[in-house]
C-alpha cells in the first residue's frame, strides 16, 4: 500500500491566519482525498483532490476557505484559511487503496488560538 | 443525516476476551465496508474490510461480519490485548470509482490485563 507523509504533525495558530499541510505519497496516484476530524466526531470529508483539475468541495465546505492544491500525481496541499477557533481539528490527506484499503497520513493537529 | 453509525462510543473489555463493536449504515448502495484503528497522534491505520457480496472476512484475531438485510456489521476481535486499546472507525464506500469513505464516529475499545 501506499505510503503517506503528511505535514506539519501539528502547530498552535493565531486565528487569522492560514496553514498550509502537505501531503507526499510515495507512488502515483489519482485521487487524494482531504479529511477533517473535529473533536469527538468522524472523519468528515472535506474534498477530493484529482491532478490536473478543480478539487471537488463536499457540502459545508468552500475552495476560499479551504484552497487544494494538486500538482502532480505524488503531491498534494490544503490550506485552512483565515483561521478561527472552530477550524482547531485533525486534518488528515489519504489515497485509495487497493487490497489493503485506503491508507491516510499522519494527520496534522490543529489548535487555533 | 449520518450514514454510518457506531452508537457506542466506548466499550471496556479484559484482556483475552472478546471484543464486538458494531456499525450500522443506511446507504444501501455501500458495497464495501472496512474498519479502521486509530492511536492518539497517528491517522487511521487500515484493519479489514469486507465486500458487500461476502457475510465474513477473518484476519487472524479480526473478524468482520456484515449483515446486508439489517444494515449492520461488527469487528469481532479475539483474545482481545491491551495493545487492541485505541479508536476503532467503520467506514463505507460506494460502488462509483475513486468515491471516498464515509466514516463512523469511532468506538474506544479499552483491554485492561
Known amino acids: 500500500s501506499a505510503v503517506i507523509s503528511q505535514k506539519p504533525s501539528r502547530d498552535i495558530c493565531q486565528r487569522g491566519t492560514s496553514l498550509t499541510i502537505q501531503c507526499q505519497v510515495d507512488?502515483?496516484?489519482?485521487?487524494m482525498f482531504w479529511y477533517r476530524q473535529q473533536p469527538g466526531q468522524s472523519l468528515t470529508l472535506i474534498a477530493t483532490a484529482n491532478q490536473g483539475s478543480e478539487a471537488t468541495y463536499e457540502s459545508g465546505f468552500v475552495i476560499d476557505k479551504f484552497p487544494i492544491s494538486r500538482p502532480n500525481l505524488t503531491f498534494s496541499t490544503l490550506t485552512v484559511s483565515n483561521m478561527s477557533p472552530e477550524d482547531s481539528s485533525i486534518y488528515l490527506c489519504?489515497?485509495?487503496?487497493?487490497?489493503?484499503?485506503?491508507?491516510f497520513g499522519s494527520g496534522t493537529r490543529l489548535t487555533v488560538v | 443525516d449520518q450514514q454510518v453509525k457506531q452508537n457506542s462510543p466506548s466499550l471496556s473489555v479484559q484482556e483475552g476476551r472478546i471484543s464486538i463493536l458494531n456499525c450500522d449504515y443506511t446507504?444501501?448502495?455501500?458495497?464495501?465496508f472496512l474498519w479502521y484503528k486509530k492511536y492518539p497522534a497517528e491517522g487511521p491505520t487500515f484493519l479489514i474490510s469486507i465486500s458487500s457480496i461476502k457475510d465474513k472476512n477473518e484476519d487472524g484475531r479480526f473478524t468482520v461480519f456484515l449483515n446486508k438485510s439489517a444494515k449492520h456489521l461488527s469487528l469481532h476481535i479475539v483474545p482481545s490485548q491491551p495493545g487492541d486499546s485505541a479508536v476503532y472507525f467503520c467506514a463505507a464506500s460506494a460502488p462509483q470509482a475513486g468515491t471516498a469513505l464515509i466514516f463512523g464516529k469511532g468506538t474506544t475499545l479499552s483491554v485492561s490485563s
Open positions: 489519504s489515497v485509495a487503496g487497493t487490497v489493503y484499503g485506503y491508507t
Open positions: 446507504n444501501s448502495m455501500f458495497d464495501y
Open positions: 507512488s502515483q496516484v489519482t485521487m
